[in-house]
């Protein structure tokens, strides 16, 4: 089986491969997340869920927030469309978009590609106030994180027109922060999700911008599985 029967992990391996990668461009982790409904609906093991995306009763948020309920944003909410909304279709895609006024599945993605320890409390922060948002636009959603975590001997980031590599003195490697990296997000953030999956990889972020999972049978088998619990987990909140 490829990776390319998955529609989110073909969407993270696409932030780096054979392209930079701009840390800074926040839509990013909002494309990957989306693509989790696009998965849900391929594997359909949720008849529920199936026929309320088909029938355009369930769809992705443009906005990530349940109208009506403040929150901040997270990077791809699935729900109850709006009434009066018309559901927007597009070329290709599976889950129509539109604003929701329920959130059943809330999804949000982090990238740790460099600086790891030093971004770490921030990051762990946001996964748990989002999860918190989540639950505030009413009733009981499956709330999931995806969190990249680059392993990469080396690494180059952009800053506009200027580029910053890492030494291994003041600017750590990656691969010299990874596995602590990881310890902290799986005692501190994993606790507040329904599911959490680490996103192992290897990019350097340099010119033929290559990229390679770590362990991409693993990474396969544990989003195969996350989907098909998410499924169940639908059936039973979501009768």
């Known amino acids: 089986m490829s990776d390319q029967e998955y529609a989110l992990l073909k969407a993270f391996r696409g932030l780096f491969e054979g392209v930079p990668y ?18 849900l609906v391929t594997l359909n093991k949720s008849a529920k869920l199936t026929e309320r995306v088909h ?5 992705v948020n443009l906005r990530n927030v349940a109208i009506g309920k403040p929150a901040r944003r997270g990077d791809g909410t699935f729900g109850e469309i709006v009434p ?21 599945i809330g999804a949000e993605t982090k990238i740790l590609a460099k600086a790891m320890i030093k971004q770490i409390d921030r990051v762990i922060g946001d996964l748990i106030r989002q999860v918190e ?22 690494y180059t980031s ?18 010299q922060e990874a596995q602590r990296a990881e310890e902290l997000l799986t005692q501190r953030a994993l606790p507040s999700f329904d599911e959490f999956q680490l996103l192992r990889f290897m990019a350097i972020n340099a010119k033929p911008y290559p990229f390679e999972w770590i362990d991409f049978e693993k990474t396969q088998m544990e989003y195969a599985a996350l989907l098909t619990r998410v499924c169940r987990a639908y059936d039973r909140r979501f009768p």
């Open 22 to 39: 701009i840390h800074r461009k926040s839509n990013l982790g909002n494309f990957v997340a989306s693509q989790l409904y696009e998965d």
């Open 55 to 59: 029938a355009r009763e369930r769809v």
């Open 84 to 104: 009066i909304a018309v559901a927007i279709i597009e070329k290709g895609i599976l889950v129509a978009r539109g604003p929701v006024a329920t959130i059943e």
């Open 133 to 154: 948002q989540f639950n505030k636009s009413g009733g009981d959603p499956i709330c999931i994180a995806f969190v990249g975590v680059n392993h990469s001997a080396q």
């Open 158 to 175: 952009y800053e506009g027109k200027r580029k910053y590599k890492t030494d291994g003195r003041k600017y750590k490697h990656p691969i």
